[in-house]
């Protein structure tokens, strides 16, 4: 524990604060003191705490006796009183009850922290979906309602809500499916989800969608029916408009000649595609959703891995003579590297990952990853390839494709739970539009088909939805194919599903084709990549100090001399100061001065200063104006080492 001494009792009433473990004093420190502002500033502590006074005392009578003591203990709250002399096994106890009762207090700050951000986020959520919520109690037929959902049956916040004024509140002709419904839900426990007509009190019809959910008691029973309600009215009369635009045409088409017949399929198509660009503009913005969440999630989970997998890796060396050791480091690893390999699925489905696209012969991918597919299926599970000669190179990222094409082959191996045969082919396809929204032009197609046990239209049709598996539970994250689905897009391709269910599955990765020359990249090897990283004097710029501490351990466990600061500002003045600093690796997210402002500005004082950015984030915020050496956290010391080596070679 880190100690503050207080020379007066001024200097130590103006240190007490939230970051305090406790505070010791001596009582004959305190007797001449006035003790309010002591009690005032216990007084105001947040609710979370209860900072522990550790009192030694010369007395010795309790508190019942000891008036003083009594004072001491209604004014501080919570004290320990510790006579003296006493041992320093005393002591020491008093401390570590005072710490770990502080501790808790600080757990139970984040709770609350976490417990308002989670009540903040699901407000937000039923706001902008315009829901209320409902909780309902099957025993005495009490409805809780909030005013979300009393506006539903057009009441106000003040009105009151029961479960009779809302069966009351139900068109006469919907009101008995309403009840069977419920009770449907209360005996079988299936999800509740209804639509029904209301009748608002100033008569004006409207439509409700409610759906519930049954919480069980811990004997199993129904406890509760809770769920949220949302008024529909607008949607239904645009379904009822639609409807009787639909009948209107279709009398017109009965009764009219062959012209009236050829603006009816005219109508029709019309009206399938304004669905379509709708069903288009819906995934759309699911899409844009799901990535501006995943970019900030990216960031900071790839920080937490950062200094989870930096530390791991510096300690594998460090215990390389313990086998047990080893076995537990790289379960760790293994872990970590799943928690990357996730946030890079989530990624890949919102279009928010880095790629590297380049001219890619499909031809040489496949036959490259013919062992390893081999491995991946085992041996009831053969694979069948044709790959015909002189296909032009498709524009992809190879690392990407390499991950699709495994993700594909061992979802058919799954589907094949009793062997079977999986083909992998590769065709050309000239003047194609794979998609309607994509130009027609020359594309390769990469398939992979199975005779396994394929899919029905509905599954078919959700398979490429995010976190939607048809595995058991613990056996899929659900984000293959939608992460395919995802690169395609990203790659100005398509992602082609076809399947019967009991005759197996066919997926088509549709690719442009590259007039560009396939670029051979010679192999750089870790020692010599390593060999040419001298020792140098390094600069660490990280706000946080977990993963600055990493990286830190990182750099010195290679050789090199590193200094570390934990802002752009403590950093810059460090390059000003110092002119032996030969490289400096820096974050970009950071408060006051962030990585493209600390570049600029240190560009300033030595122009031709390296620097290297390690960031979590997929894509740098739009406007940032970078074009450094990057490194994507988390990273391994490897992948450090090489970098260093790339940049002061």
Partial sequence: MTARVASDFPEFLDALGDDILFAVMADEALCPNDLTPIHNWVLSQPGWSDLPFIVLTAKGEGVERDLAAARLAEVLGHVFFLEKPFHTTSFVSAARSAQKNRRRQYEARARMEEMRENELTLKTALLAGRLGTWELDPQTWNLTASDGFKSVFGRGPADSLTYDDLLRSVHPEDRERVRENVLHTLQTCEDYLI??????????????????????????????????????????????????????LEERVTESTAELWEVQVTMVAEVAQRERAEEQLRQSQKLEAIGQLTGGVAHDFNNLLMAVMGNLDLL????????????????????????????????????RQELKVEAVDLAALVENMRELLNRSVGGDVEISV?????????????NQVELALLNLVVNSRDAMPEGGTIRIGLREEPDAQPAEDLPVGNYLCLSV??????????????????????????????????????????????FVLSSVAGKGTTAELWLPASTQTVRQVPKVHAEAAES?????????????????????????????????????????????KDRDIELVITDYSMPGLNGAQLVEAARGLRPDLPFLLATGYADLPPGSGLSLPRLSKPYTQDQLSREIAKILR
């Fill in 195 to 248: 639509e029904y007509r209301t009748i608002w009190p100033d008569g004006s019809p409207h439509w409700a969608e409610v759906r519930g959910r049954v919480v069980r008691s811990r004997s199993g029973t129904p406890s509760r029916l809770v769920g949220v309600g949302s008024d529909i009215t607008e949607r239904r009369l645009e379904q009822e408009w639609q409807l009787r635009q639909k009948e209107i």
């Fill in 449 to 494: 088909t199975d005779n396994g046990k394929g899919m029905d239209p509905e599954t078919l049709h959700r398979a490429i939805e995010p976190f939607f598996s048809t595995k058991d539970i613990g056996k899929g994250t659900g984000l293959g194919l939608s992460m395919i689905h995802g690169l395609a897009l990203q790659l100005k391709g398509a």
């Fill in 386 to 398: 044709r790959l015909p000669k002189d296909t032009p190179p498709a524009l992809a990222d190879s």
């Fill in 316 to 351: 594998r060396k460090h215990l390389a003579d313990d086998p047990k050791a080893l076995r537990l480091i790289e379960a760790a690893l293994q872990g970590a590297r799943r928690g990357a390999s996730l946030t890079q699925r989530l990624l890949a489905f919102a279009r």
């Fill in 532 to 576: 040419a990283a001298k020792p140098a004097k390094i600069l660490v710029v990280d706000d946080d100090l977990l993963i600055a501490m990493s990286t830190v351990d990182m750099l010195e466990d290679l050789g090199h001399q590193v200094m570390e600061a934990n802002s752009g500002v403590q950093a810059l003045e460090l390059i000003g």
